[in-house]
Structure formats: structure tokens, C-alpha cells
């Protein structure tokens, strides 16, 4: 999904005042510092993605009313810090203008961050005019929102410099914030992007995971609206955990743009471990993997483009030296997918008969594996410490657990 950027808008003070009216409304028995009109909605002048944002800035000691009180009174969704200290993000479902929410710990370096950042370009046109460049040929590149943030990060610490109001600790600590991290960027195939989820990908999710063609070998019946939201917004908030140990990733159409299935990995932290046919014990790394398609898009080689790409992606990701070892776990009458697992390289490790009861009956697993090498020394995210067998399964009550 591209960043958009547009020229300013005169409409946008306007939105936010509205806005404004109803967190005052939402927060009225909260004693809260002030609502700020943030980002670069809030600069006269300055080209911005057409998104509202808005600080609700409160004592520490004011913090949990202030997070009880939009969740109860505004029924916002909490999505926690997200990686960034003293901030907490909301989603109101109610986006009739586009908005994001954020309540704020008074005098805290990201708090400080919105506001100096939009003080200065407020008052200094060389900057905001160059802000606006960057951020127009950022848009121009259909780049998305992880690499968009990243690439602004230059421009944005010397925005903040010129302001004078940041020690060179706290300018490392948001350019730290401003890190992919664990994040993934856009991973772009012949014919598909894959990518970190948005809260807009909620409709198509829905569409996915509410269909009963892809609940069939599934444990869980077809999801409701709300849970398809619940497990969006569950996804953005493991974009930032450190480690990261839950990969889900959006799969869309280059040429279009649409939302078409998702692809996921649960890893689990390196053991040393002897795998079968090896003689010496060497670190291992395993991962649990999945897939999902909307059925109009089943058929075409969709899912063998984006598993290819994921996987080397993830494999990337979590090596460090050693092995990694991959499972995708099917029912068997699924033929559609334990044929792609073979496809990727996979090969049949274990059969059970009869592993669990879902659905009024007894279901068999299927599966697969594949072990790729050795990684060189001195590569990031090491994962050590956990105890993991090579028989490890997703437990079926967690979110993720199979492929369809």
C-alpha cells in the first residue's frame, strides 16, 4: 500500500478542530494537559499524507485515565506503544476523516519530538519547503510506510537540530525510532508486494478470513468482522516487539493494489540441536510457516510467488549461524497446499493420525519440512537461550497455526 502525499489543504485545521471536539467529549472527566494538532497536517504550507494527527497530552500520573477513557467513552482500539516510549497510539473507528491519535507523556523526548517538529517548520519555510520535498519524491516512488518513515529520518534530524531543544542522546533515541527494526520494507516479486499490515487492510482480511472455502481445514470457523479487526490490529502491534517472534505479512497485487492473502511465520529462539542425518550438533533455528489466499486468487501461482519471497525474506531474517528449519503444517486432504509446501522445497517429515478433534471430527497433520544451511558468522538477530525440539508444533488455540 503506497504512501500518498498531498499539497497542503486548507481543510485540514478545520478537521482537526472537529476531531478535537469530540476527544474533549471522550476525555471530559480526564484531567489531560492539552490536544495538539501534530504532524504535517499541522504546517501551513507543507505537502502531508491526508491523515490527521493528533497528540492528547497528559501527565504521567493521568496516563491509564486518559488510555481507559477513549477506549470506554470514544470505543477507541488501543494499540500500545508500538516501539516508541511514553506513546501511546490509538485507532478510532470512526474515520470519516482520516486520523491518527496518540496520547502523550508530558515533557517525554517523543512528545517533545511532534511538538518541536512542527513548531520549527512552523516558523522556519527552508526547512518545510525541503521536508516537502523529500516527502513528495518519497511518494513518487510508491514506496511504503516503513521505508517512507526511514527515508525521512535524515531530514527530520535536522529538522529537529535546527530547533535546538534536543540533547545529541535524544536525537540518536528517535533516530533509533525511526529504524525498520524488526519491521519488514516492501518485498516486491514479479506480480506481488509483501508487506507489514495497516489498519486498512481490515476489509480485506475480513474477506479472507471470513470466507468458508479457507475455514475448511482451519481450526477456527469463519471469522467475524470483529475478530478480522482484532487480528489486524494485533498484527501492527507485533510489528515493534523486540524480538520479534510472529511475522505476518499483507500480500497484494503490484499493478493494483489489492489485498489478496497473507503469509506468516512463529519463530522460535536457536538451540543447538542435531537434526536428522547430521553428525554434529549445530545451532537451529526453527520457524513455523503459513499462507492464505482469497480464492478468486488461488490457482494462478500467487501463493508459490509470495512463499518464495517470504521465505527468503525470513530466512534472512532470523539466521544467525547454524540452521534454520522450516515446518508448514496441513491438514492432508488439503491437497492444494501440501502440493505448494512441495513445490517450495518442502519434504513430507511426519504424519498423525487423528491429531485432534475440530469441527465434530478426527483430523489428520501433514508435515513438511525443509532445512536450508549454514549461515556465516557474525549476522544479526541472534536467538539463543530457548530450548526448542525439533517436533515443536504451534499449539492449535494460538492465532496462527496452519496453512490454507
Not at 497542503?8 to 478537521?15: A, G, L, R, S, T
Amino acid at each position: 500500500m503506497s504512501v500518498i502525499v498531498d499539497q497542503y489543504n486548507e481543510e485540514w485545521p478545520k478537521q482537526f478542530e472537529k476531531i478535537k471536539a469530540e476527544l474533549e467529549n471522550h476525555l471530559r472527566d480526564v484531567d489531560y494537559l492539552s490536544i495538539e494538532h501534530v504532524g504535517s497536517t499541522s504546517v501551513p504550507g507543507l505537502a502531508a499524507k491526508p491523515i490527521i494527527d493528533i497528540d492528547v497530552i497528559v501527565s504521567r500520573d493521568n496516563l491509564q485515565s486518559a488510555i481507559d477513557a477513549l477506549t470506554t467513552n470514544g470505543k477507541f482500539d488501543h494499540l500500545g506503544e508500538l516501539g516508541v516510549v511514553d506513546r501511546h497510539a490509538f485507532k478510532d473507528p470512526n474515520q470519516a476523516i482520516p486520523h491518527n491519535i496518540y496520547v502523550c507523556v508530558d515533557g517525554a523526548v517523543q512528545t517533545r519530538n511532534h511538538l518541536n517538529l512542527r513548531n520549527t517548520l512552523r516558523t522556519n519555510s527552508e526547512l518545510r519547503d525541503e521536508y516537502a520535498r523529500v516527502k513528495l519524491e518519497l511518494a513518487a516512488t510508491s514506496t511504503n510506510i516503513v521505508d517512507y518513515v526511514y527515508a525521512k529520518s535524515t531530514v527530520i534530524q535536522k529538522i529537529l537540530s535546527a530547533s535546538q531543544s534536543f540533547t545529541k542522546d535524544e536525537l540518536a533515541s528517535i533516530a533509533r525510532q525511526n529504524l525498520k527494526g524488526e519491521r519488514f520494507g516492501a518485498i516486491k516479486t514479479e506480480r506481488l508486494l509483501l508487506r507489514e499490515f495497516v489498519t486498512q487492510d481490515i476489509p480485506g482480511y475480513y474477506a479472507l478470513e471470513s470466507s468458508e472455502a479457507n475455514a475448511r481445514y482451519q481450526s477456527w470457523p469463519p471469522r467475524t468482522p470483529q475478530q478480522a479487526r482484532e487480528l489486524v490490529l494485533q498484527n501492527i502491534r507485533n510489528h515493534n516487539d523486540v524480538p520479534r517472534t510472529i511475522y505476518e505479512l499483507a500480500v497484494e497485487t503490484l499493478d493494483t493494489g489489492t489485498f489478496i492473502g497473507r503469509v506468516g511465520a512463529k519463530t522460535s529462539q536457536a538451540n543447538s540441536d542435531k537434526l536428522p542425518g547430521e553428525s554434529s550438533i549445530k545451532p537451529v533455528t526453527h520457524a513455523d510457516l503459513w499462507f492464505s489466499f482469497l480464492p478468486e486468487y488461488q490457482g494462478r501461482g500467487y501463493a508459490t510467488e509470495a512463499m518464495t519471497a517470504f521465505i527468503g525474506a525470513i530466512k534472512e531474517r532470523i539466521q544467525d549461524v547454524g540452521k534454520v528449519e522450516m515446518e508448514i503444517e496441513c491438514d492432508p486432504r488439503n491437497e492444494a497446499s501440501w502440493k505448494l509446501a512441495e513445490r517450495l522445497g518442502f519434504e513430507r517429515h511426519s504424519l498423525t493420525k487423528e491429531k485432534e478433534m475440530l469441527k465434530g471430527e478426527w483430523v489428520d497433520s501433514l508435515v513438511m519440512r525443509k532445512v536450508v544451511g549454514d549461515a556465516p558468522i557474525g549476522r544479526k538477530h541472534v536467538r539463543r537461550s530457548s530450548k526448542v525440539s525439533s517436533s515443536m508444533r504451534l499449539d492449535p488455540a494460538e492465532l496462527y497455526e496452519t496453512c490454507h
